[in-house]
């Protein structure tokens, strides 16, 4: 019985073993640009550009645009679903956000999160 059971424990592992992951997108270049497009008391409008340079194409992907305070904070987030296609990519979007939120704002960061 304990065997069998080793057996099956040491081929369950080397099955699993064989069987590759979901590949990180190694092969995913991604370049930020945020602009301010106009800012009111309360509102500030914004424009963003994010540039994909992709080693094949991806059917589905996640954009995250985060802006962050002076601590690292995440303070705002723009999400995004978009195709990728093998090559130079560009997406741009508009956004509005807080006045307080942009005035906060000193770092931003796009991810893309690929593999569906």
């Known amino acids: 019985m304990k065997k069998l059971f080793l057996f099956s424990m040491i081929t ?3 099955f699993l073993g064989l069987i590759p992951a979901p ?3 190694s092969g995913l270049q991604v370049q930020l640009d945020v602009q301010e497009v106009a800012k009111h008391s309360v509102l500030v409008t914004l424009s963003w550009t994010v540039t994909i ?3 094949r194409d991806w059917e589905s992907c996640e954009l995250l645009i985060l802006f962050r ?3 690292e904070r995440e303070i705002h ?3 995004k679903m978009l195709s990728v296609k093998k090559g130079r ?3 741009t979007g508009h ?3 807080e006045t307080s939120v942009w005035d906060r704002t ?3 960061s796009g991810k893309l999160n690929c593999g569906f």
């Open 106 to 108: 000193r770092k931003f």
């Open 69 to 71: 305070d002076d601590q």
């Open 23 to 25: 590949a990180a997108p």
């Open 77 to 79: 987030r723009i999400n």
């Open 95 to 97: 956004d509005i956000c």
């Open 53 to 55: 340079q992709a080693d």
């Open 89 to 91: 990519n560009e997406v």
């Open 12 to 14: 369950a592992a080397f």
